[in-house]
């Protein structure tokens, strides 16, 4: 990108959750849900003086994309890091069910999910992960009737068992900037130790899980700029597409077999995993 | 009980459930699946058990990897794929007893939440499509090990018992997350029943359809088997009464109110307004 191309250009990372979900869809088309004036917040943040946000780090948007009805479902990775807890989780995974429910009654609703979460809410532990269940049910429901497109732009990323919901996506697309794994690095520093993963190490990180990295694995679906009209363009390109031949999460087959000739007894490296999944999937 | 299932109780329960039917060979060590009797009728047992010889140095102590991940939604995705033409699914049995997902370098690199969502992914399938699942809470139950086996279950039936435990994240790892001290961890974890490690307290968010306590839940007894058969045969009976193939049943309990109140509002809010 030159310098005028990048004056020109409309980040879409530099936006919050809210104007992520705005530029997504139809221009005028937004209708937010259980906006920050219903002050439905986190029960057991309060408990813990943790302050609370009155979106709870969840924008649910309603709207049209590409003239049809659609629901984005955006997480404010400023909040808490995106962490999903009880009324957030619920959020998203209502409107998932929501949306499915639509489409079984002919209301052809899609849903966009923004990723930007660190996973589980630990403050709010066995909720999050009992709603991260539910929204993987939703994903896996609702891609039955529509695509079901994520999107992680960064640069909070997308762990945990978030990770999980972007992997059941019928279509994933990501930036330069995002990644995608489901232990955070501090987490497997901490557990397998600093010589299996130091999660200080920047440049690593990103040349294992990094966007670039996961499109050249075939782990992501497309790999875009920061640049929120190409964002949407791509968006809407995989909504035309319509549902895919198989999902990612079904090909069991296929992954098997590349995983049978990974060599276990030496350490991964970015090179050999592109080279893997490029031969096998 | 066989000793040569004596290594975890995951593998023990799952060893007594199926009894004579042995472990299907096309599965690695870490991934037992059997074809046995539930209430008289063919249903698919699935657990994942520890394998000290796994080939993939960070799994070696019972945790779902990559190669685990994928061989579960095989597994589901079996049965389904044989079922597809009838109108009487199979059902399926989570046995569960899972310490973690497989934290490691080689695991991250190849993509082991996409080997999880292919098991999540197949169990939620299997349900959706009519197959009964259960999942039975024997043992450890931890973060997106549970993610991947047995969390979506029609129905989740646990021992009350002290080895049992259900959580996002262990607690040294969890403290170091949120900035806080293992100790402070523990005294919120002692008064915020979601932040809480045991299956009391987890019972207490309405996630379960049932615990149970056998008399002894490393190796079962007679009794103690049939306990659990029954308590799945209830269950078996309970999903096939049910017209709903969603988690909704999970949503009843006071500590999950939150949970209640939104879904309504945006049921409110959803439709477009009149303009």
Known sequence: MNTQALLERASFIELDARHRARALLDAGSMRELIDPFARLTSPWLVQQGVVTQSDDGVVVAKGKIDGQAAVVLAIEGAFQGGSLGEVGGAKIAGALELAAEDNRRGVPTRALILFETGGVRLQEANLGLAAIAEIHSAIVDLRRYQPVIGIIAGTVGCFGGMSIAAALCSTLIVTQDARLGLNGPAVIEQEAGISEYDSRDRPFIWSLTGGEQRFASKLVDAYVEDDAEIIRATAIDFLRRGLPAINRSERCAEFLACLAAVDAGVQATPGAIRAVYQKGL | ?275
């Open chain 2, 1 to 275: 009980m066989k000793p040569e299932h004596g290594e975890s109780r995951g593998a023990r329960w799952f060893a007594a459930l199926t009894g004579s039917a042995p472990p299907l060979t096309s599965y690695p060590a870490s991934v037992r699946v059997a074809d046995a009797a539930l209430a008289g009728e063919p249903a698919r047992y699935i657990a994942v058990v520890l394998d000290p010889d796994n080939r993939f140095p960070r799994v070696r102590n019972g945790e779902i990897g990559l190669v685990e991940g994928w061989e579960l939604a095989r597994a589901v995705q079996e049965v389904v794929v044989a079922d597809r033409d009838r109108a009487d699914k199979r059902p399926i049995v989570a046995v569960i007893d899972v310490t973690s997902q497989a934290y490691g370098r080689c695991e991250e690199g190849y993509g082991i939440h996409q080997a999880l969502a292919g098991a999540a992914g197949a169990y939620a399938g299997a349900r959706l499509a009519g197959h009964p699942v259960i999942g039975l809470i024997v043992g450890k139950a931890m973060s997106g090990a549970f993610l991947a086996h047995g969390y979506q279950a029609n129905r989740l039936i646990a021992f009350s018992d002290a080895k049992v435990m259900v959580h996002a994240m262990g607690k040294e790892s969890a403290a170091r997350v949120t900035l806080r001290s293992v100790a402070d961890l523990e005294a919120f974890a002692a008064t915020v029943p979601p932040m809480a490690y045991d299956i009391g307290n987890y019972a207490s968010l309405g996630l379960l359809w049932r615990s149970l306590a056998p008399v002894n839940p490393e190796t079962p007894t007679d009794a103690d088997l049939r306990l659990i058969e029954s308590a799945l045969t209830e269950a078996l009976v309970d999903i096939r009464a049910d017209s709903r193939r969603d988690l909704g049943g999970r949503l009843g309990a006071e500590h999950r109110k939150a949970s209640r109140q939104v879904r309504a509002l945006l049921r409110e809010q959803w439709p477009q307004p009149l303009s």
